[in-house]
């Protein structure tokens, strides 16, 4: 009896959890805007500057420009990712509360936006009533591509030297404002404001007094990011509506509601008693998979939906497996305690086997796809994990629970007939 009321334990407490934290996990969850609606927009880079080169750390560094930009716009979690030698591929997805004639607006808005190469200004206060840095001394164009890097003074302080194509320039501009500020500008936002400490006649000029290394760093990636000659393109522009949207992810989860009801019957109705413990299993997977996603800050998309559905199918084979496994050892004529020992240590093996080799198809997805393979492959992945947990280990134990009580030791609980059993 204390078996039982272990097991009715174990199950109230894992449901009472899940039905506590479902609605906030359910509301928390970030959607792609395949299921949300939005816009996916492709760029290809090109140097605006005859001769200029596309670099792999250029490419990432105007991403990540598109993304801050994106980010001030307004838009929710924009995603931002760059593909092959010189394209970048934004995505953004709008809230399904917003009409679509508002959707177009902030899309429009956006892609106008995205199209300006990142601008870097050099200021001084010069000339400023107010005392802002109004004056614009230099810009990123004047900069040398990729021309900011790290390095540090005698005490090993971090610093940052840059280098200008006009020697000149920098000469007369550093003259006029020895011991006043020289304020590093992105677009609007303030990065830094150095003194000036004497005239910089050798088209060079250190920044001190950032306190890491990766202070200093950004500094430079910055400088270099609003230097670079590249502009940027559309290539290629999709957009979801946010009815089409909202219809999606309705049918999605519809569909993936009836298959679900559909599984849990299936297994009831064939392996009763281990189909009963499959089932409460196959929901914990689901509720436990959701919360990975939760903490991960991950976003919901359709190929993401597809590969949870995919990993459902997995967690359910994995229990078939151990379940035709008991019945085969029962029909051997082996004790009920006995046919679960033996039956899950065989089934471990082959349930292993198909894991290791779907792992090393989702690995290959993940390292060698982009965008939504990539999803497809990290929710692939995460669900192979916890189905050794939820569906592999946790169902060994209710089952034991369930059988070491006494009361569930007839074969006919296990789907299987007397007159199936042979005599040893």
């Known amino acids: 009896m204390k078996r039982i009321i272990a097991f009715v334990l174990v199950v109230l407490v894992s449901f009472g959890i899940m039905g506590y934290f479902t609605p906030g996990l359910l509301n928390e969850t970030k959607l792609g805007l395949d299921l949300k609606g939005g816009v996916e927009i492709l760029y290809e880079a090109h140097p ?5 080169t596309v670099t792999k750390e250029t490419l990432k560094q105007t ?3 598109l993304e801050k930009r994106a980010n001030k716009s307004g838009v929710a979690e924009p995603e931002v990712t760059t593909e092959g030698n010189n394209r970048i591929r934004l995505k953004i997805a709008v809230s399904t509360g917003t009409t679509d004639k508002e959707r177009d607006e902030a899309i429009q808005k956006i892609r106008d936006l995205m199209k300006k190469p990142a601008e870097l200004t050099f200021r001084s206060a010069a000339g400023c009533a ?10 990123g164009s004047d900069f040398k591509e990729g021309a900011a890097k790290v390095e540090f003074d005698n005490l090993n302080r971090p610093l940052v030297r840059i280098e200008v194509k006009d020697k000149q320039l920098l000469a007369d ?23 000036v400490q004497q005239p910089l006649t050798d088209g060079t000029a250190v920044i001190s007094g950032q306190r890491t290394r990766a202070d200093a760093q950004n500094l430079a990636d910055i400088i270099n990011l609003g230097s ?36 849990l019957l299936f297994m009831l109705v064939l392996y009763r008693i281990p189909g009963l413990v499959a089932s409460i299993c196959l929901i914990v997977f689901v509720w436990v998979l959701l919360g990975i996603f939760y903490l991960m800050g991950a976003t919901l998309t359709l190929p993401g939906i597809a590969a949870f559905v995919l990993g459902i199918g997995i967690a359910v084979d994995s229990n078939i497996i151990t379940a035709e496994r008991i019945k085969d050892e029962l ?29 090393i198809a989702g690995f290959v997805l993940y390292f060698m796809g982009h965008g939504v393979v990539k999803s497809f492959a990290l929710v692939l992945l995460w669900s192979i994990v916890i189905n050794v947990v939820t569906n592999v280990f946790l169902p060994r134990y209710l089952l034991s629970l369930l059988i070491k009580s006494g009361y569930f030791n007839k074969p006919k609980f296990y789907s299987v007939k007397e007159s199936e059993i042979s005599a040893l």
């Open 173 to 195: 501009v550093s003259s006029k404002l020895v011991r006043k500020n020289l304020a590093i500008y992105l677009d609007e936002d303030l990065i830094s404001d150095p003194e």
């Open 331 to 359: 029909r051997s004529g082996k004790t009920i305690t006995s046919s679960l020992r033996a039956g899950a240590k065989n089934s471990f093996r082959t349930i292993i086997d198909a894991h290791i080799t779907t792992i």
């Open 48 to 52: 605006i500057t005859e001769g200029g």
């Open 228 to 263: 670079l000659p590249l502009k940027i393109t559309e290539k290629y522009t999709q957009s979801v509506g946010a009815t089409l949207g909202k219809q999606s992810l309705h049918d999605t989860l519809f569909a993936g509601g009836l298959a679900s009801v559909l599984i």
């Open 130 to 139: 107010d005392g802002s840095y109004c004056t614009t001394e230099l810009l």
């Open 63 to 65: 991403a990540l420009s």
